[in-house]
């Protein structure tokens, strides 16, 4: 087990709605990166929250948010919901500045968007 | 192009064999690389880092080769438990943004 959790597992909402995924790190972890991985495909970066702080974000649209609180913890948010939105969304905790550089994942929410 | 491409799979091989996985990258300011395994509807985890000068871990060897941009896993003596998706990993900005490849999938067969 990686120590990393995330909730929900599985939820299904319809296009235009919005979604809040969250996600636990390791102890000792200090970053929250979220992923989202399409069937099929690798994991797409979507952003990385450092101290609380956006840290770096991928190519999604602003509809994309995130939030990261002092224990490390984060939410993931997505606005508007879009069919196309519907994949694995995958939370990884790390150590930035000092660690191996490997990161830890969850098991994912899988949210469908009908 | 993208970032990170792979072979695409499946690969489909007796218990036993020896299997060879490919892997390049665009960004030639990529500072560190990884290969991590995925298991169906599991989430990704670290098969082992890649580095310069090559590595190995038990049946498994990773090379890199930065002038060409090539990264490549050797699976020796491939074992039932070895079936899942292998994802080739390359990161640019040290412990930010890692970018992921496709993956390429590995069947062992009995």
């Known amino acids: 087990e990686t120590g990393v959790t995330q909730s929900p597992t599985h939820l299904i909402k319809t296009r235009g709605q919005q979604v809040t995924l969250r996600c636990s790190s390791q102890?000792?972890?200090?970053?929250v990166s979220w992923y989202q991985q399409a069937l099929g495909q690798g994991p797409q970066f979507i952003f990385q929250y450092y101290r609380e702080e956006e840290n770096g974000r991928g190519n999604f649209p602003p509809r994309f948010s995130g939030l990261q609180f002092p224990n490390y913890s984060s939410e993931l948010n997505v606005n508007a919901l879009e069919l196309d939105d519907s994949a694995l969304y995958l939370c990884?905790?790390?150590?930035?500045?000092?660690?191996?550089?490997?990161?830890?994942f969850g098991e994912g929410s899988r949210l469908t968007v009908l | 192009r993208k970032e990170v491409e792979q072979d695409p799979g499946p690969f489909n091989v007796p218990e036993g064999a020896t299997v060879a996985f490919n892997c390049t990258y665009s960004?030639?300011?990529?500072?560190?690389f990884f290969w991590y395994r995925q298991d169906c509807r599991k989430e990704p985890k670290l098969l082992m880092s890649v580095y310069s000068s090559g590595n190995e871990d038990g049946r498994f060897t990773a090379q890199l080769n930065r002038a060409s941009q090539y990264i490549s896993l050797l699976i020796r003596d491939s074992k039932l438990s070895d079936s899942a998706t292998y994802l080739c990993?390359?990161?640019?900005?040290?412990?930010?943004?890692?970018?992921f490849g496709p993956g390429t999938r590995l069947s062992v067969l009995p």
């Open positions: 102890s000792g972890h200090n970053t």
């Open positions: 990993v390359v990161n640019v900005n040290y412990g930010q943004n890692f970018v």
């Open positions: 960004n030639s300011a990529s500072q560190s």
């Open positions: 990884a905790s790390s150590r930035l500045r000092g660690g191996t550089g490997e990161l830890f």
